[in-house]
Structure formats: structure tokens, C-alpha cells
């Protein structure tokens, strides 16, 4: 994880420490994700990137700013994977959704500290609810492979299918809570493991 | 949910609202869990119960009081009951665990915002990472019945066991996020989903 400078970066002022936008974000989300957004204050920031409460304002307009770079972040690769992937009218209803869980489970390893911080916004401004209000449509679109699934007859019929989704998307959901780059779980396995369990079950056939 | 005051419960004073424990205890954790524990102060939790901040320190000592006491509810239901289930020795390891899961389901059901504090703690004080060090000897005993099922060869055994314990759980714990009492789910039909799930799979037979 190099800290490469992101177009529009601020650049160094002599004097104190500089960073570019990437940089400064991904701090910010490390600091929110540790000790929660809402008691991260302008002034943990700035201590977290050894600048002055003053100099931060050159690099960062206001904590929400961050908090809504941070969940756009998130929300973007999950948006446009999603709804490609629904898009693709061809296959089954089953593979789409196989297909959507394989490529969250990837952004979710992807964008980590992005994805936890969306995991936990609960709603407690205008940044979280618009961020909420994003979240629910793509699992609209999740919730309607699922039901498409069902009705095509590949899944089974006892379940309802808005239940199968929740519990389905909540078990990836659930891996930020543990899932920690470089261990003995990547992206391929954690993807494997959840379409293996939920798809085939953990009964031995 | 009715108000029943708990045994050492605080008598009314004259001229200010009186609470028992269990009514204090009940609407600081809603506090808790709608704005963030970090972010609640104790002139939060005296606004919510409508007394002067002198006047609910008669009813607290600390936050952090109400804290531990709010884990505590959620972790002595899941401590005896998996601990009696996990006991249970001469029924094979993937019926306990079965029970597990059902009897884990009902307690996030029945103690749901108490759960819900839980499994949102991230260690920030020594009140919490007490609470995680009891969370994580739970979940060892859960861990060992999965792996005790894989070795009896009723689990399949190419998914690691540690995995299959984080994502089954993952998929229990996950409910605190959109359960609701009173909703068309209830405890019996979220447990037999989430069994139906993860020991057959979704795939029709």
C-alpha cells in the first residue's frame, strides 16, 4: 500500500508535513473505523497526521467530506459491479447471483476500511442516509437475483427470498468484522467458502 | 416490554422522574446503540430519561456502569446456554451445534438491543475488551463444535473449520442489523432459515 499522490492531491508546504488526498483519506477512515466516526473529532485527524487543527483545513474541508469520499468510495465498486452484473440477462438467475457474491466478497478485500466504515454508518446525518439510501438499492438489486432465482426454480422455495438475501449478503457483510489482509484467508477462498456454504450447504452429501 | 422494576431498583424521588434499573438500563442501551456508545455523554442519557444531569447520577454511577451491565445481559445468556448445549455430550457435535445456533438466534432475539451493543463493541475501553475477551471464549466453544462435526465426518471438510465457525456465526450475528420483533421473522423461522442454509444449501435438491 504505497501512498501514491491521487489527482487534485494537495501538494507538501514547506514546513509541515504534506500529503495528497489518497493519503489523508485513507488515515481519516483508519482513525473513523478504530474509534467510530461520530467521536472523531477535526483534532484527532489532525494529530493522526501530525498537523496543526489549523494546517488540517488545508488538506481537508471538514470531517463529512471525508466520511462521504470514504463511503462513495465503497459505494461506486459495489454499484457499478452489482448492476453490471445483474445486467447480464444471458446467464441464470443462480449464476448472476454467485457471480455478485464472488465480486462483493472482492471489493469487499479491495476496500477493506471503505466497505467496514459503509458496514457501520448507521444513518446519523445527511452523509449516512444518502450513503444508506445507495446501500438499499443495491441490495434491491441483490434482493431481486435472489427472488429471480427462486422463481427460475434453481434455489429452493421454503425460504422467503428476501430472508435467503439478508442472511446471504450478512454473512459477507460479516467478514470485515475479521477478515484482515495477508492471513490464511484471500479474497478466493472467503468467495469459495461463502457460495460452497450457502449454495451447497455444510452437510456432507 | 413492560417497565418491572427490577430487584434493586431505585424507589421514585419526589419532584423527578424515578426509574428502576432495569428501565435505566433498557433506554441507555437504545441511546447507546442509536448514536454510538463513544458518542453518548451522561447529559445524553439524563435527557433521555428526562433528569437534570446531577439527578442521574442518583440512578448511575458511570456509563460505563450501564455498559458493562448491558454486555453482561447479552454475554451471561450466551455463555450458559452454549456452554450447557456444547456439554451435551452424547448427542454428535452437529446436532449441538444445530442447537447452538437455534438457542444463539433466540437470545439475539430476545436480548436483541443488549446483542446488538455486543457485537458493535470494538475494545475501546477496558469495559469492552473484557466484553471481547468473553465474546471470543464463546465463540472458541462454538469453533470446537464445528471442527468436532468436521471430524465426525458429518461437515464437509474442505472448507477450514475455523472459516466455516466466522461465517456461520457471521450470518447469526448479522441479524442485529435489520431483525425487528414483531416483524413477519420470527426467532423459530430466522433459526430454521439460517439451519436450513447453512447445513443444505440453498440449491434445490
Excluded at 472523531?40 to 470531517?63: C, F, N, Q
Excluded at 435472489?146 to 429452493?156: F, K, N, P, S, Y
Excluded at 430472508?163 to 484467508?185: C, D, K, Q, T, Y
Aim: aromatic share 4%; with cysteine; charged share 25%.
Amino acid at each position: 500500500m504505497s501512498a501514491e499522490p491521487a489527482s487534485g492531491s494537495v501538494p507538501a508546504r514547506r514546513g509541515r508535513p504534506g500529503y495528497d488526498q489518497a493519503t489523508v483519506l485513507r488515515r481519516a477512515i483508519d482513525v473513523f473505523n478504530r474509534q467510530g466516526y461520530d467521536a472523531t473529532s477535526m483534532g484527532d485527524l489532525a494529530r493522526e497526521l501530525g498537523l496543526t487543527k489549523s494546517a488540517i483545513y488545508h488538506h481537508v474541508p471538514s470531517k463529512e467530506h471525508l466520511l462521504a469520499a470514504a463511503l462513495d468510495e465503497a459505494l461506486d465498486a459495489l454499484d457499478s459491479t452489482v448492476t453490471a452484473i445483474a445486467a447480464t440477462s444471458r446467464q441464470p438467475a443462480e449464476a448472476r447471483l454467485r457471480a455478485a457474491i464472488h465480486s462483493s466478497v472482492e471489493i469487499l478485500v479491495d476496500h477493506l476500511p471503505a466497505v467496514t466504515l459503509l458496514l457501520r454508518a448507521r444513518g446519523n446525518s445527511e452523509v449516512e442516509q444518502a450513503a444508506l439510501e445507495r446501500r438499499r438499492a443495491i441490495d434491491g438489486v441483490l434482493a431481486d437475483l435472489v427472488r429471480d432465482a427462486c422463481r427460475e426454480g434453481t434455489l429452493r422455495d421454503d425460504i422467503d427470498p428476501e430472508l435467503i438475501s439478508r442472511l446471504l449478503f450478512g454473512m459477507v457483510n460479516s467478514s470485515v468484522e475479521w477478515f484482515h489482509p495477508g492471513g490464511s484467508v484471500d479474497a478466493r477462498v472467503l468467495a469459495d467458502a461463502i457460495t460452497g456454504i450457502a449454495f451447497d450447504g455444510l452437510t456432507r452429501g
